[in-house]
């Protein structure tokens, strides 16, 4: 009779693990790290090789795994660490579809969610989930106010369209321009994959509008933006928090030359007055991500990881002295705890979350950068 | 309005309709001959592109392994029939074909200095990498099932763009890269500028298409292909090898498709999917020509992409679908206006 004794053993060993795990906070993460994601998630993944393995007294253990950009394998991700690694906090979603995949299994478990993409949940689910990514219109106030004391009064809009961000984008500036007496639109649209952009442009030439916002990531909103400049076009050029990077730059050369851009604190976290709180972060940051991974690979979506921790760092001490990890107290506790935590300083900015607010930003989360001389100048952190 | 914006508009769409002329061309080649409808055509402009990107950084493209593992698949299934056939004596001639010289040009590649050869060069290079792959994925994918229906061989079309697709995905990344052009600047005649790049593009298509008419008029074959395509039975009975017609037809389409992607990957970035796209326009063109005219199909193509230029001034937001329901009334008029005679399948 080898069998029995054998299973006998794998299942003492298996609920030896079990309890060792519930003296330790676990924290699930699943990110993209491979796939058409990997952009995005796999700074995230990354990050988290950067994090403690023991905090406040506790041993930390960090699940990590990875969805291949597919929302199936984030919902089978959040139900094994709900039903079997039993988490204390999750860390997922490196892309909407991501997020909604996790929000509703954490929030029937009643587990905080630490969403690393935007979103628009609502009920029980927004109850249990943490944005780490500005909301777009934080992103946009800036850029309106920019224009606004420029005397501009039109503004067209030159983007990724009919697209999740280009729409996000459009529905957030359609009802506020109004208020900085501008006039929004007409509106262009294009495709990441778009080999060219002549038509929209030579449209936009013919309207002659006061400033173009250009919506867009990294290369082709370099394209835009260059096209924009060779065709002659003289007002004023804007871009979003999708579009700077070392590609923009790179491709854009000297036609992106003068532009505007909105950009979270991190990108820039040298040139941030010492007094925002996100420069120390962002520089410990900085140094410990290029530290391991080489120069210039520092991105701003590893950033809303490092923001993930910096919550839960903050709300863990308080939720032990109600609870032991493990236990849906706990759970409630850190939930709890993460709402109600003041300034939080992140590298993206400093959270203030409340019951109504999961975003948690101000107008810390966020810089107006202008390219100067080839580079990225802070010219405003309003 | 005015004519300087329909010149700007007109040279836009004409560069890119010449690149999906290109592709409808090898469309039509490629479904005349086999009745293959070539879905992962777009992945070879990908291919192309990344390549060649991947070259001009100085690293050995990852593409050239995956060239080595489809030769040494290819070999595998020759060397497997070679012997079915008692013909041992080919094995040899197999194993050299199928993966010595793509080992050999992966050894050439890991030595050379990539980044400092001169761009015909790394053209060239590209080329060596990218085109072999038509005619060992014809080897691998299409010959077994070589006799089936027009619906087998699209589903396994499906499949093999599928795949080359996430292979896009693993060798280049998920971000685009872009080259640098072959001639910088431009050219203004009149009230118009051209840029180079743009030339370079017109020019070389053209210079294809010319090439492409006189290898099917002038060369042995050349005829053979279009003899295959014109009655299969009968051109086995000619002594034409319907395999020898398929592998050259594929590696003519993964020649079209990597120097498609050469072509344009100066003008905008490339990305591992971008392709795909790029063959769907193609497609529209090669269907206008109901995939079997080669004129039709190029003029098609330009059309689309002038259509293309167009609704992108005039409603950006739908230029897609203008283009893409085109296909609706040209499908519509070709029922109208031909007979289409069932043919026989098997």
Request: glycine share 10%; proline share 5%.
């Amino acid at each position: 009779m080898k069998l029995p004794t054998k299973k006998l053993a794998v299942a003492l060993a298996a609920f030896g693990l079990s309890t060792a795990a519930l003296a330790d906070i676990t924290i699930g993460v699943s990110v993209s790290a491979t796939g058409p994601g990997a952009v995005l998630g796999g700074p995230q993944k990354n990050t988290t090789e950067l994090f403690p393995t023991s905090f406040a007294g506790e041993k930390i253990n960090w699940v990590v795994l990875d969805d291949a950009s597919d929302p199936t394998n984030t919902a089978k991700n959040i139900a094994k660490f709900i039903t079997e690694t039993k988490v204390d906090v999750i860390m997922a979603g490196t892309t909407t579809p991501g997020v909604m995949a996790a929000a509703g299994p954490a929030a029937e478990s009643k587990t905080p969610l630490i969403a690393l993409a935007p979103n628009r949940l609502d009920g029980e689910k927004f109850k249990w989930a943490f944005t780490m990514p500005q909301p777009i219109g934080l992103m946009a106030e800036p850029l309106l106010e920019h224009a606004k004391s420029k005397g501009y009064k039109t503004l067209a809009f030159l983007g990724y369209h009919p697209d999740a961000y280009g729409e996000a984008w459009i529905k957030t500036l359609e009802p506020m321009a109004g208020k900085y007496g501008i006039t929004f639109g007409p509106i262009e649209g294009f495709a990441r994959t778009d080999t060219s952009v002549t038509g929209q442009v030579l449209k936009l030439m013919s309207v002659k509008p006061d400033a173009v916002i250009v919506v867009a990531s990294g290369a082709p909103a370099a394209m835009a933006h260059s096209s924009l400049s060779e065709r002659g076009y003289k007002g004023q050029i804007y871009q979003t928090h999708g579009a700077p990077s070392p590609v923009f730059l790179k491709n854009g050369g000297k036609a992106v030359e003068n532009g505007v851009i909105v950009a979270g604190p991190l990108l820039e976290w040298e040139q941030l007055p010492d007094s925002h709180l996100s420069k120390k972060v962002g520089a410990e940051y900085a140094k410990a991500y290029e530290g391991k991974y080489g120069k210039d690979s520092l991105s701003s979506f590893g950033g809303h990881m490092w923001d993930g921790w910096a919550i839960t760092s903050r709300a863990i001490p308080v939720a032990l002295k109600k609870a032991k990890p493990g236990t849906e107290a706990f759970r409630v506790a850190l939930r709890d705890a993460i709402e109600s935590e003041r300034e939080i300083a992140g590298v993206h900015g400093v959270f203030n979350f409340s019951p109504t607010d999961h975003s948690g930003f101000d107008s810390r989360g966020r810089v107006l950068l202008q390219v100067q001389g080839g580079a990225f100048k802070v010219i405003s952190t309003k | 309005m005015d004519f300087q914006i329909h010149l700007l508009l007109i040279q836009d769409g004409v560069t890119n309709g010449a690149i999906y002329a290109l592709l409808s061309l090898a469309l039509v080649l490629v479904f005349a001959v086999t009745r293959v409808i070539f879905i992962p055509q777009g992945e070879f402009v990908a291919y192309g592109a990344l390549t060649l990107a991947a070259i001009q950084a100085g690293k050995a493209p990852p593409t050239v392994w995956f060239l080595v593992a489809l030769g040494a698949a290819a070999a595998g299934a020759d060397i497997w029939q070679a012997v079915r056939e008692s013909r041992g004596s080919r094995i040899p001639a197999i194993l050299g074909i199928n993966l010595g010289l793509p080992l050999a040009l992966a050894g050439i590649l890991q030595v050379a200095p990539l980044a400092t050869l001169p761009l015909v060069v790394q053209v060239i290079l590209t080329l060596l990498v990218v085109v072999p792959l038509g005619p060992m994925i014809y080897r691998l994918a299409y010959q077994p099932v070589a006799e089936a229906t027009v619906l087998l061989l699209l589903i396994v079309s499906v499949a093999v763009h599928l795949a080359l697709l996430g292979l896009g995905l693993f060798f280049f990344g998920a971000e685009g890269t872009r080259t640098p052009s072959f001639t910088d600047g431009s050219l203004s005649i009149g009230p118009a500028t051209f840029q180079y790049q743009s030339l370079w593009i017109i020019g070389i298509t053209v210079l294809l298409i010319v090439g492409l008419f006189a290898f099917f008029e002038r060369t042995l074959y050349g005829k053979a292909l279009r003899a295959t395509a014109i009655n299969r039975t009968g051109a086995k009975l000619m002594g034409i090898s319907t395999d020898m017609a398929g592998k050259l037809s594929f590696a003519l389409a993964a020649l079209v498709g990597a120097f498609s992607g050469v072509l344009v990957s100066p003008v905008t970035t490339i990305y591992y999917d971008t392709g795909f796209l790029m063959g769907l326009k193609g497609f529209v063109g090669a269907i206008i020509g109901g995939l079997a005219s080669y004129p039709i199909a190029s003029l098609g193509a330009v059309m689309v992409g002038l259509l293309e230029s167009y609704s992108s001034f005039w409603a950006s937001a739908y230029k897609e679908v203008i283009v893409f329901t085109l296909i609706i009334p040209v499908l519509v008029w070709r029922s109208l206006t031909t007979h289409h005679v069932e043919e026989e399948e098997h």
